[in-house]
C-alpha cells in the first residue's frame, strides 16, 4: 500500500490519546472514524477536538476554515463495524489491558477489509501478543504516540516478531504526513525507545533514596540543575504518574529480569494509591504542599547520584543499540522528542564520559551485588569506542551536526541558521550560544555563503529567549551569570560584524534573548502571528544580552523603555511600526518570502556591504569614527570589479552580478 491509498483512519477509543490523535489525523487531511464505546464517550472525544481545533484558530496556527474542516473530517461512532468498514488504517488507543485489546482486535478484524493495516498505541503491551490476536500479524505494529499527541512531535513505530518492512515503511510515511518525527523501534522489547530510558531512571532515583545514598530534594536538585533534565526524576514521577511508571517497570521486570525490580519506595506509593499530581500526592504533596518544588541550590548536588543516573542512562541506551533496537541517534531523537529532554541520552553519556560510567557501575554492582547495577556486554564496547558517537563525525559534506542547530542552504548563496530546540520554544541554552558561535565562523569562511538567514524551528517560536534552566544552572551563580551575559552579548554581536547581510525570519514568539539576538540582525521580517516582547521584568531580570543598548538605537530610547518596563508582547505589525521589523508577511508566504528577501541581498555587492556594515556599527558609538570607515570604504571599493560590474550592467540595461571583487 502507499501513502496515497490511504483515505480513512479509523482511531478506536475516543479518551485522551484517541481524541488526540483523531484530531492529528483529520489536521492531516484524513478522514477520521473515531470510536468508543459508548455515546457519551464518544461525543467527549469529539467536543474536546473541537475545543483544541477552536484554541489552534484562535492563536492563528490554523486558519478557521481550516479548523472546520478537520472537524468535519471526524466521524463519531460507537459501531465498531461501520469504523471500520472502509479503513486504509486502524489506530487502536483503547485502555491498556490486554483482554479489552485482545476482544477489540478479534472484533476488529472480522469487520476490516483485507488491504487494512492495523496499529496499536500501546506503551507497555508486547506488539508481537497483540498482532496475534489478528489473523495478519505480518501487517500489524505499534503506533506509540506521546500525550498530548497534537503537541508531541514523537511517533515510535514498533516492529513486533512477525511485522514485515512493508507495514513499517507505510506506517511511518503516515506519521511523517501527520507532521510527526516516526522513529522506528526495530525489535519489540519492554518499553520499547522512551519508557526503556526513563522508567530506569526514575527507578534507579527511588533507588538512590531508598539506600540512604541521597535525599529526594538532593537527587532532583542533581537531576535538573546538575545535569540538566527538564524535571527532578521524582517530579517527573509525579507528573507522569507513578502508577504509569510502575506498571512499565513491572512489565520489564517481569520479562526482562531482576534488574527493572520496582524500588521498594515505588511500590509503597502505589500500594497507598499516590499516584502523583492526579491523586495530589506522590513524592511531593501537591494539597497541602508546595508541589514539585526543586531547589536549585548547588550545595544539594551529589556526583554519586548524577554518576549513577547516567550510568543507568548509558546501561539502557547500550542495550537497545548492542541490541539492534535502535541506533544511538535514533534514541536522542525519540527522547529528546518523547521527553522534551534538551539532548539525548547517548549525548548526554558521551559527553560525562561512558568509560566512567562503566566504571561507577562496575563498582556499583560491586558493593550492591543489585542486578541493576549489571552492565549490559555491549556497554563495555561503547566505552572502548571513546562513545556512542563518532566524535568527529558531521554529515556527508562535512558540515558540522550541532545538537541546537540546523544549518542549510534554502537559496542562492544563502546560509541558514534554524534554532533547533522546538520543543523548548528554540529558547536559548548556553550550548545553542556555542553552536551560534561555531555556525557563524562556518559561514564566514564559506565563499560561498553571501548572505545569513536566521530562523526558528516549528511555527511557535522565533525564540522564547533564554532557556530557564541556563539561567537556573550552576545554582543561578553571579559568576556564571556575567559570563553568560557576556557570552551571549558577543555572540550575537557577531551577527552586527559579519560581513555579509543577517536576515532574521521570525515566525511566531520573539521574546527576551530571542529578540536581543534578532536586534543584532540587520533585516528583520515576521509573519503577521508573531509576537514581540522583552518580558524579563516579569522574572525579575533585565534584559542580559544586549537589549538595553541594542533595542533603543533601532526603536529609540522611548520605545525601547516601553518595551522593556511593560514587558508586553507587541504584535508583528506594531513592531514594524517601531522600525524594528522591516517586512510583515502571511504565515502561509513567510517562508518563501523570507528566504526569497535573504537572496535578494546575498545578491548584492559584498565590498560596499561589508564596508557599509563596518561603518554603520563604528557609527553607533561615534560617527566621526563611522564617517572614518565610510570614507575610507568608499575608497576601497571604487576600483573594484564590483563597481565596474555594477556601472557596466546599469548602462547595459542589465541585473550586475557581483562577486566581491
Ligand atoms: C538574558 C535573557 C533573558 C531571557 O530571555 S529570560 C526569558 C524570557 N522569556 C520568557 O519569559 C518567555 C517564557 N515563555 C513563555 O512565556 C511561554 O512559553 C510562551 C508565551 C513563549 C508560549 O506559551 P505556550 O504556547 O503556552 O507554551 P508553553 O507551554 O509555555 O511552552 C511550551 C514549552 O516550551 C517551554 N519553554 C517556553 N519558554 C521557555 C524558556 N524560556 N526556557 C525553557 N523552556 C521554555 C515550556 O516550558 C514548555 O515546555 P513543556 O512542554 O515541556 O512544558
New binding site residues.
Given amino acids: 500500500m502507499d501513502l496515497e491509498e490511504i483515505n480513512t483512519v479509523a482511531v478506536l477509543g475516543a479518551g485522551n490519546m484517541g481524541h488526540g490523535i483523531a484530531e492529528v489525523a483529520s489536521l492531516a487531511g484524513y478522514d477520521v472514524n473515531m470510536r468508543d464505546i459508548k455515546d457519551e464517550f464518544v461525543q467527549g472525544g469529539y467536543d474536546k477536538i473541537e475545543w483544541s481545533l477552536g484554541k489552534l484558530a484562535d492563536?492563528e496556527q490554523i486558519s478557521e476554515d481550516e479548523a472546520d474542516a478537520a472537524l468535519d473530517r471526524v466521524t463519531p461512532l460507537v459501531d465498531l463495524e461501520e469504523t471500520v468498514a472502509d479503513a486504509d488504517v486502524v489506530i487502536e488507543a483503547v485502555p491498556e489491558k490486554m483482554d479489552i485489546k485482545e476482544d477489540t482486535w478479534t472484533d476488529v478484524e472480522e469487520y476490516a477489509p483485507e488491504h487494512t493495516v492495523f496499529t496499536t498505541n500501546t506503551s507497555s503491551l508486547s506488539i508481537t501478543d497483540l498482532s496475534e490476536f489478528t489473523d495478519r500479524p505480518e501487517r500489524f505494529c505499534g503506533m506509540h504516540f506521546f500525550n498530548p499527541p497534537i503537541?508531541m512531535d514523537l511517533v515510535e513505530v514498533i516492529s513486533g516478531e512477525h511485522t514485515d518492512d512493508a507495514t513499517l515503511d507505510i506506517v511511518e510515511d503516515l506519521a511523517d504526513d501527520f507532521g510527526k518525527t516516526p522513529v522506528r523501534v526495530r525489535k519489540d522489547v519492554p518499553g520499547f525507545i522512551v519508557n526503556r530510558v526513563l522508567v530506569p531512571l526514575m527507578n534507579e532515583a527511588a533507588w538512590l533514596v531508598d539506600e540512604g545514598v541521597a535525599t529526594i530534594e538532593e537527587v532532583d536538585a542533581t537531576t535538573k540543575f546538575d545535569i540538566g533534565l527538564?524535571m527532578g526524576s521524582f517530579e517527573l514521577s509525579d507528573y507522569v504518574g507513578i502508577d504509569v511508571g510502575y506498571h512499565v517497570l513491572d512489565y520489564m521486570h517481569e520479562v526482562a529480569g531482576e534488574r527493572y525490580e520496582p524500588a521498594p519506595m515505588m511500590v509503597e506509593k502505589v500500594e497507598n494509591e499516590e499516584f502523583g499530581q492526579k491523586t495530589g500526592q506522590g513524592f511531593y504533596d501537591y494539597e497541602d504542599g508546595d508541589g514539585a518544588d526543586v531547589s536549585m541550590d548547588d550545595d544539594l548536588f551529589n556526583e554519586t547520584v548524577k554518576e549513577r543516573l547516567l550510568a543507568a542512562l548509558a546501561n539502557e541506551v547500550a542495550f537497545l543499540v548492542g541490541d539492534d533496537v535502535a541506533s544511538p541517534e535514533e534514541i536522542d531523537t525519540a527522547v529528546k522528542l518523547g521527553g522534551?529532554w534538551p539532548k539525548g541520552p547517548a549525548k548526554f553519556a558521551d559527553e560525562y564520559g561512558v568509560a566512567e560510567l562503566a566504571d561507577a557501575l562496575d563498582e556499583a554492582y560491586e558493593a550492591s551485588g543489585h542486578p541493576r547495577y549489571e552492565a549490559f556486554d555491549y556497554l563495555a564496547t561503547v566505552a572502548e569506542e571513546g562513545g556512542f558517537y563518532d566524535q568527529a563525525e558531521g554529515d556527508a559534506e562535512g558540515t558540522p551536526d550541532f545538537d541546537t542547530l540546523e544549518i542549510s542552504y534554502p537559496g542562492d548563496m544563502v546560509g541558514q541558521i534554524e534554532l533547533s530546540r522546538p520543543?523548548?520554544?528554540n529558547?536559548?541554552s548556553l550550548e545553542l550560544i556555542e553552536d551560534l558561535d561555531a555556525a557563524i565562523d562556518l559561514f564566514e569562511e564559506d565563499d560561498d555563503v553571501r548572505a545569513v538567514l536566521l530562523t526558528g524551528a516549528g511555527s511557535?517560536?522565533f525564540s522564547?529567549?533564554?532557556?530557564?534552566?541556563s539561567?537556573a544552572g550552576g545554582g543561578a551563580d553571579p559568576f556564571n551569570a556575567v559570563e553568560l551575559?557576556k557570552y551571549?552579548q558577543e555572540t550575537f554581536g557577531r551577527l552586527e560584524q559579519v560581513e555579509m547581510p543577517v536576515v532574521a525570519a521570525i515566525d511566531g514568539?520573539c521574546?527576551?534573548?530571542?529578540m536581543?539576538l534578532a536586534t543584532c540582525a540587520d533585516i528583520r521580517v515576521a509573519s503577521s502571528r508573531s509576537e514581540f516582547g522583552q518580558?524579563?521584568f516579569?522574572?525579575g531580570?533585565l534584559?542580559?544580552?544586549g537589549?538595553t543598548q541594542r533595542l533603543q538605537r533601532i526603536v529609540g530610547m522611548g520605545r525601547a523603555k516601553e518595551i522593556i518596563f511593560t514587558a508586553e508582547r507587541f504584535p508583528a505589525e506594531e513592531m514594524e511600526e517601531f522600525g524594528f521589523v522591516n517586512e510583515v508577511y502571511d504565515p502561509d508566504e513567510f517562508e518563501a518570502a523570507a528566504v526569497e528577501y535573504a537572496e535578494k541581498l546575498a545578491g548584492g555587492p559584498p565590498l560596499a556591504q561589508r564596508f557599509t556594515k563596518r561603518a554603520m556599527l563604528k557609527g553607533w558609538d561615534d560617527s566621526e569614527a563611522g564617517l572614518e570607515v565610510e570614507s575610507l570604504g568608499f575608497g576601497h571599493v571604487v576600483g573594484s570589479e564590483d563597481v565596474h560590474e555594477g556601472i557596466n550592467a546599469f548602462f547595459g540595461d542589465d541585473d550586475p552580478e557581483f562577486e566581491g571583487k
Wanted: proline share 9%.
Fill in positions: 492563536s503537541r527538564p522534551r520543543q523548548q520554544m529558547s536559548i511557535k517560536a522564547a529567549g533564554a532557556d530557564f534552566m539561567i551575559s551571549g514568539y521574546l527576551g534573548g530571542g536581543e518580558p524579563e516579569n522574572l531580570l534584559p542580559g544580552w537589549g
